[in-house]
């Protein structure tokens, strides 16, 4: 059966937490010398919007992907399943440590300081896709490639953006893509990052770097410029690592 590209209703629910998250997270402030509720409710619901873009984008990606490879991505909201290295200590329910967190910084911060390690996935094979291949489950490399898509494609929308933004109107798109791709490439728990770096520490270093470098680049140079510059890098910094690690 040739199965599509499709969000269930689990998915749904929390495809909506994690943008109205990260709405408040960068809309909790909205720039303004005094406070009035209906300003404040406004500017929110434009961030939500753009929320809704930023991670839709991302988890399309991971499906897109993910469906490329015989597998199927599902959105999962980053959660705690146990405290400390013991898997003897699990918690009787997932706790949304994500979700905890934003809003515990965004609140305590004023909205000054933007959390958003929110998003996971998990990754299942589709046997009946995956007939012809070498192995009938997603490699470790394909894995790889899946978890990197996600802050990839939220880098390239900052890109692209960035690329018509000339009166600045999308600032807080960009902004929220760049710190997005940033946070889901920390390879902890079961972030896109961890994904990336236990399967795949050359595709890590170089995703890593051209992310970090995308990052910063972008709100200083024209959007060609900016990927020229942060390709070239990386492949500096990884072809710099190699030699060191083989002939060193």
């Known amino acids: 059966m040739n199965r599509k590209i499709t969000f269930d209703k689990k998915e749904i629910f929390y495809f909506l937490i994690m943008s109205l998250t990260l709405a408040l997270v960068f809309g909790f402030d909205n720039n303004q010398t005094s406070f009035v509720w209906s300003e404040w409710l406004i500017n929110l619901l434009a961030v939500f919007i753009l929320s809704l873009i930023t991670i839709f984008v991302h988890t399309f990606a991971h499906k897109l992907v993910a469906y490329r490879y015989g597998g199927i991505s599902q959105i999962r909201l980053w959660t705690m399943e146990r405290y400390g290295w013991s898997k ?27 959390f958003a390690a929110l998003e996971s996935y998990e990754l299942v094979s589709d046997k ?21 898509a996600g802050p990839l494609a939220n880098i390239f929308l900052a890109y692209i ?39 795949s520490k050359a595709l890590f270093g170089f995703g890593f770097s051209f992310i970090v470098l995308s990052g910063l680049a972008v709100f200083y140079l024209s959007p060609l410029t900016a ?22």
Do not use: W
């Not at 979700?99 to 910084?105: D, H, K, M, S, W």
């Not at 490439?185 to 079961?190: G, N, R, T």
């Open 161 to 199: 953006v960035k690329s018509f933004n000339y009166t600045g109107y999308f600032d807080t798109l960009i902004y929220m893509n760049v710190i997005f791709a940033l946070y889901c490439m920390i390879p902890i728990s079961s972030l896109d990052g961890k994904h990336l770096y236990f399967n």
């Open 227 to 248: 990927l020229i510059i942060s390709l070239i890098l990386t492949l500096t910094i990884g072809s710099v690592y190699f030699y060191f690690r083989i002939f060193r």
């Open 128 to 148: 009946l896709r995956r007939v012809g291949r070498a192995f009938s489950y997603v490699t470790e490399y394909e894995n790889a490639k899946i978890a990197l």
């Open 88 to 114: 003897m200590r699990q918690l009787k329910r997932h706790m949304p440590i994500g979700i905890i967190l934003a809003f515990f910084f965004t609140i305590f911060s004023n909205g000054q300081f933007p």
